[in-house]
């Protein structure tokens, strides 16, 4: 890792937060004007992680970056935050950042200060496994309906809220059940995903909190409608008889056309064996009624449990057809050309010593400036040829993908998930699992640019947004910029 370019974060953070959301501000340049909202995973229902709109952070400028405010949460903070301007709040027109919460709240702070603005209870669920329960509030990022001044998310009871981004009061006709009552019956269903918000239409994926054969679930993809209230569409890739599973498990959920086309997903095994029945372990593309429009199993490692746990990536390099790169378990990237799914992959790279229980299921980004592709890699591949950190896999003439470059970050095989890369204006972000530490690296050469000394566990994708950067480690949510 490179050498820190200002104090450590310890050495900057004076005082103690003691309550809830008790933030620490931090004199230093004026905060950039506001130019875009982030309000979803990934910044939009595509989950690139890539923020065109970016001008005040730059390779030139990052080095310089400074803490702005950290501020304290009662639990630890495991998600991607999101951001809305300008909203009219009984504190004032306040730039805000929602999170979500396990404990089962949304808070929204203001981004300039820290300093909470609301903050709504939605509870916690007791999910029943096997041998053990859990307790579990909200498992996903919120998903931001700024036309309408609302914050969408589930609880882990099954309810559909939608909050006023004003004040964080439910609005009128919610909250309303989405999960299907065999589901919701076994009990042990889960979230995972950010609700994709297209049009009058909100897309969810859903898994299984204890996967086992001895609690029956399907996992599903929920067309919701915005303007009925109302479930319209259910997709089981496995059916809703007896193979259990399917779960679609990516942090992003599903990923969209940018046209709005189609919808794509990976999905999560089969039980009980052959754990790839069906439509288990695939790749797949759907209509936005929730109709199959292909699929695709590839060839994988032996092994068991070899689920697609992440949200496909779509991009498209400069000169190539649109194409899509998923995360397997197993340790393989796979590359799609999107207008052929069924004919598998265009390429199969091994980049982690992955396996059943590997830790490869989090999302790629891309910056079409670069024509790269990035990757959170947990584990030096088996031939040594990719190393555990941040990769950069650039796309060639005959549009397909090779080492640009890589760093390697914290140890080898860390059983840390993959963490969603963000890039912004030529530099690439990543906070990466229990190295406990936000990093900033050129996106073209690798180079490293800062790093923010020890903030704590982060295992979330940061956000880049309006001159600013935001991150979630252990207790606290981070502000860093100029």
Known sequence: MPARNSATVNEMMTGTAAAFALSIGLCGPAIAQTTIDWPTFGGSAQRSNYNA????????????????WKAKIGVAYKYQPTLVRSVTTPKGTLD???????????????????????????????????????????????????????AFVVDAAGMLHALSLSTGAEMAGYPVEVIDAPNLAAGTWVHFASPTLVGNNLYLGTSAYCETKAVPYHGQVIQFSTSSISVVNRFYPLGNGAVLGGGVWGT?????????????????????????????????????????????????????????????????????????????????????????????????????????????????????????????????????????????????????????????????????????????????????????????????????????GDIGTAKAAPMVVNGQVFVGAGKFVYAFGL
């Open 53 to 68: 709109s970016e001008t005040t952070l730059s390779v030139a400028s990052v080095p310089g970056m400074t803490l702005h």
């Open 96 to 150: 805000l950042v929602v999170m979500t919460l396990d404990d089962g709240s949304v808070t929204a702070l203001n981004a300039a200060t820290g300093k909470t603005v609301w903050s709504t209870s939605l509870g916690q669920t007791e999910i029943p496994c096997p041998g053990s329960t859990a307790l579990e509030g909200i498992g996903e990022p919120a998903t931001l309906d700024v036309a309408n001044g609302r």
């Open 252 to 452: 992003g959920g599903v990923a969209v056309e940018p046209d709005g086309s189609s919808l794509w997903i990976g999905t999560a095994n089969s039980l009980p064996p052959p754990e790839n029945t069906g439509n288990a372990e695939k790749v797949m593309q759907i209509s936005p009624s929730l109709s199959q429009l292909a699929v695709n199993g590839p060839v994988l490692k032996k092994g068991s449990d070899l689920d697609f746990g992440s949200t496909p990536l779509l991009f498209q390099p400069a000169g190539c057809p649109p194409m899509l790169a998923a995360m397997n378990k197993s340790g393989a990237l796979l590359v799609y050309n999107r207008t052929n799914l069924a004919a598998g992959p265009t390429q199969t790279l091994n980049i982690s010593a992955g396996s059943g229980s590997g830790k490869l299921i989090g999302m790629a980004s891309f910056d079409p400036v670069t024509n790269a592709v990035y990757v959170d890699n947990p584990a030096d591949s088996t031939d040594g040829t990719y190393l555990h950190g941040l990769l950069a896999l650039q796309a060639n003439g005959a549009c397909s993908l090779s080492l640009l470059w890589q760093q390697t970050v914290g140890a080898n095989d860390n059983k840390s998930p993959s963490v969603t890369p963000t890039i912004a204006n030529g530099v690439v972000y990543l906070s990466e699992g229990i190295t406990s530490e936000l990093a900033a690296f050129d996106a073209a050469t690798g180079t490293p640019l800062w790093n923010s």
